[in-house]
């Protein structure tokens, strides 16, 4: 656990065997928001770290960005030890959650809005995520200029508390056919993206990203 930009915290676990690491956030501001939860057995480990963090307050928001075990597969264990937390994430994503059991109170996420507290707006864009195309949501932070990239701008190695200088326009040149299938899709993920330039990008796997 550490901090890896003002108000974010960065918890993280890299796998060995894929050489991959994989991180959770905490915008530890008012009304406290968790971006994705690991898998299960992740999750279990960020449990402590994550009451440490809060130090007594409440979680109130999980931003999940597409359904798939490394953002959600966690969230049942989450949701033990802060039930009153609500999840935010898409239609496609809520109704996958609801087959699985969970029906906590959903926040649905629709491209081109936001969702605003007190000290932070997230502004949704559409997120056609990976091999089966469902609708998921990326997620800027508009008054830090923080980019949750979720599975878009990956790299291997073990890269917790890492941050590497980068350019914003070949970062959106490299999501590859692997992470949005879809050319057509591709291309206007990639055309969204141009349209503003974030500070930081805190990545779901791989080093963090200054951006030029």
């Not at 959600?72 to 033990?80: D, E, K, R």
């Not at 629709?110 to 605003?116: A, C, I, M, W």
């Not at 590859?176 to 993206?193: F, G, H, I, S």
């Amino acid at each position: 656990m550490q901090t890896i930009f003002p108000d974010l915290l960065q918890f993280s676990t890299h796998v060995p065997s894929i050489d991959l690491s994989f991180h959770q956030y905490l915008l530890s501001a008012t009304q406290p928001l968790l971006v994705h939860t690991g898998n299960k057995h992740q999750a279990a480990a960020l449990i402590p770290h994550l009451k440490i963090a809060l130090n007594g307050r409440t979680l109130n928001y999980i931003f999940i960005s597409h359904f798939e075990a490394d953002e959600c597969g966690g969230l049942s264990h989450i949701l033990t030890h802060f039930p009153a937390a609500k999840p935010i994430c898409s239609e496609v994503t809520a109704r996958q959650l609801n087959g699985f059991g969970i029906t906590n109170d959903v926040v649905i996420g629709t491209p081109g809005e936001s969702f605003v507290t007190n000290d932070y707006e997230l502004q949704f864009l559409a997120y056609p995520s990976e091999m089966h195309l469902w609708e998921g949501l990326l997620a800027r932070e508009n008054k830090r200029g923080i980019f949750f990239s979720s599975d878009l701008m990956l790299r291997f190695g073990n890269s917790g508390g890492t941050v590497v200088e980068s350019e914003w326009s070949t970062e959106i040149n490299n999501i590859k056919p692997e992470q949005v299938p879809d050319p057509a899709r591709r291309t206007l993920l990639q055309d969204t993206l141009a349209q503003f330039k974030p500070r930081f990008v805190a990545t779901g796997h791989g080093p963090c990203l200054n951006c030029k």
